[in-house]
């Protein structure tokens, strides 16, 4: 009786350990993922831990937060070795206790999608396209997005262009604003095209926000900053193209959003841009080009 009773309890811990989101994998991805979470319990068992313990201090940690979350990312960020133990507590086995408030659930979710895709390991590619077709909260979307852009691979760009197109209100929102983590030229162009045709304060800005993280000078200058590093030039071309147009349309908070932004890029060709504009707003583009290097 002790060692049926053993094993029930077993069974009820199986059956209750769930991922941190519900996300969908096909049999082969399933199985290829399970694979390097086994082998790396063995090489890198501290990691888990490392990640269970930060699991175990978010009601603490929600419960002293300042802002609106608590700052999840850091911690995971810091742990040697974890991509696997993010992955694991993703998908398999890092669900909160369900009382917790949803801001605990989203700083955890966001902070998981955030440290994987800060690995950059294209092995997590099918974990991370898995949690951005999930239907969560607004910021779990644009983490999932984030995290997955960093990758920058082909399978990242084209599920990110998937997604924006599907998805409407403040979840297409959320995933504009997120996939400009994704340095390519087929996500750069994309979301140059969407500020063009975007009549909606939030989704210009959330467009803004993606072009300056695409074409961010000072990023693509470090080693990771572009996995193509041919299309460097181009992704900067097209975010100042984009946001050079937006600045001499709009007004205001949406125009000032969209400066910063072309001061963040200092594209190469953003003098001439802004020379093409100046009709509309002399002193304005004046005082724009006066602050370009």
């Not at 990640?51 to 940690?61: F, I, K, Y």
């Not at 850091?74 to 694991?88: E, F, H, Q």
């Not at 093409?276 to 290097?293: F, S």
Request: glycine residues 6%; charged residues 20%.
């Amino acid at each position: 009786m002790k060692t049926l009773g053993l094993v029930t309890v077993l069974v009820a811990q199986v059956v209750l350990a769930k991922g941190a989101l519900d996300v969908k994998l096909s049999g082969a991805e399933l199985t290829t993922l399970q694979r390097e979470i086994a082998a790396a319990k063995k090489a890198h068992p501290q990691a888990f831990v490392a990640v269970a313990q930060v699991r175990a201090q978010m009601a603490s940690l929600d419960a002293n937060k300042r802002g609106r979350f608590a700052p999840v990312t850091p911690r995971l960020n810091s742990i040697p070795n974890a991509t696997w133990a993010l992955a694991d507590a993703l998908a398999f086995d890092g669900a909160l206790d369900a009382t917790l408030p949803p801001s605990a659930h989203i700083a955890w979710q966001s902070g998981l999608l955030e440290a994987l895709g800060a690995r950059r390991d294209v092995k997590t590619e099918g974990v991370l396209i898995a949690a951005l077709a999930v239907d969560s909260s607004p910021e779990v979307l644009r983490s999932a997005a984030d995290g997955l852009g960093r990758l920058g691979t082909d399978g990242a760009a084209n599920a990110l262009l998937a997604s924006a197109t599907a998805r409407r209100g403040s979840a297409r929102e959320a995933v504009l604003a997120g996939m400009g983590s994704c340095r390519r030229v087929s996500v750069a162009s994309y979301l140059a095209r969407q500020l063009s045709l975007s009549t909606f304060e939030k989704e210009q800005l959330a467009l803004v926000k993606s072009l300056s993280v695409i074409g961010n000078e000072w990023a693509l200058e470090t080693p990771a900053g572009a996995p193509v590093k041919a299309e460097v030039a181009q992704l900067r071309a097209i975010a100042a193209g984009a946001l050079v147009k937006l600045f001499s349309e709009a007004s205001g908070n949406v125009r000032q959003q969209a400066s910063d932004a072309i001061l963040v890029v200092n594209a190469p060709e953003t003098k001439v841009l802004l020379a093409q504009v100046r009709v509309k707003d002399p002193a304005a583009v004046d005082a724009l080009i006066a602050k370009t290097r």
